[in-house]
């Protein structure tokens, strides 16, 4: 039995208002949970155990930003990202539909651009794919770790020197699946980068 000072009011949760992301649902509720998407201006990091819903989470907050008319850029070495031109047609998502207030018809697709990463495009100039309401996968599977890591240096680089001006609002919004393939002990050579990214995007 919990005491009644764990208890959490509804009234201490985000609401719902023009800046919210509907993220599902509260833990055994109908109720809907939001998050205030002005709060992603600094970092978000998505940490669980295999198959625990990682990448679907973030997926749930791209559309969600993509429905607020956001730009969003992912940086994809598993193709995991390639579906958002379609509706979703996975039976199995789709039965779960019900338990959030869903039907098959509200299924859509996004404008979606993808940019399949080689030897011969390290230096893209990320920033001009961020188009409001569309999202841009940069597939970058098919590199080695060492052209891995120098596209992303040349990526968030690109992205620092576009920053012209503060902003208390999210402008943008960046992913990168699997990122901990840029740290150290992975054999990447981002770690510091991934930090000035952390500190630099809150602009």
């Known amino acids: 039995m919990m005491a009644e000072e764990d208890v959490i009011s509804n009234e201490s949760l985000p609401q719902l208002n023009e800046r919210s992301l509907w993220i599902g649902n509260l833990g055994g509720k109908r109720q809907k949970a939001y998050f205030d998407m002005d709060k992603l201006t600094s970092h978000a990091v ?4 295999t198959s625990t819903g990682k990448t679907i989470a973030a997926m749930v907050i791209a559309e969600e930003c993509l429905l607020k ?5 992912v940086f994809d070495p598993t193709r995991r990202w390639t579906g958002f031109s379609q509706p979703c047609t996975d039976e199995a998502m789709l039965k779960c539909y019900d338990k959030f207030g869903l039907s098959e018809s509200d299924a859509k697709g996004f404008k979606t651009n993808l940019v399949e990463v080689d030897t011969k495009n390290l230096n893209i100039r990320t920033k001009d794919y ?3 309401g569309e999202i841009t996968v940069f597939l970058v599977g098919r590199l080695t770790p060492n052209d891995y890591n120098t596209f992303m240096k040349n990526s968030l680089e690109s992205l620092f020197y576009s920053i012209t001006k503060q902003s208390d609002r999210l402008e943008m919004l960046i992913v990168i699946e699997n990122a901990y393939m840029l740290l150290p002990q992975f054999g990447g050579q981002g770690a510091l980068l991934l930090e000035r990214a952390c500190r630099e995007f809150r602009k």
């Open 130 to 132: 961020a188009k409001k």
């Open 46 to 49: 998505l940490v669980g155990g």
């Open 69 to 73: 008319n956001v730009p969003v850029l």
